[in-house]
């Protein structure tokens, strides 16, 4: 996050219907976190090497407060 704390997110990809021909198709994450102090009484921690960041993936906070200007799901363009 931006001010430097770390979660635990669990998310579920969600897609827009399709639009006109070739139009893109927008992909959203619908997700719950928890500080990662906490992570480990959680069953979706199991098996995760939460001390490895470059296992991680990255997703924003949130398009207003995010620093990925580059982003292509960005909704605040």
């Known amino acids: 996050m931006p001010n430097g704390r770390k979660y635990l ?4 990809m969600v897609q827009s219907a399709r639009g006109r021909f070739g139009a893109p198709v927008k992909t959203f994450a619908v997700a719950l976190g928890c500080d990662l102090t ?3 009484r959680l069953i979706y921690a199991r098996g995760m090497d939460l001390a490895n960041p470059e296992a991680a993936a990255k997703i924003g906070p949130s398009c207003k ?8 799901q960005r909704a605040n363009r």
């Not at 997110?9 to 579920?12: E, K, L, P, R, V």
């Open 65 to 72: 407060v995010c620093e990925r200007r580059a982003c292509p």
């Open 38 to 40: 906490h992570a480990g």
């Open 9 to 12: 997110w669990i998310a579920h």
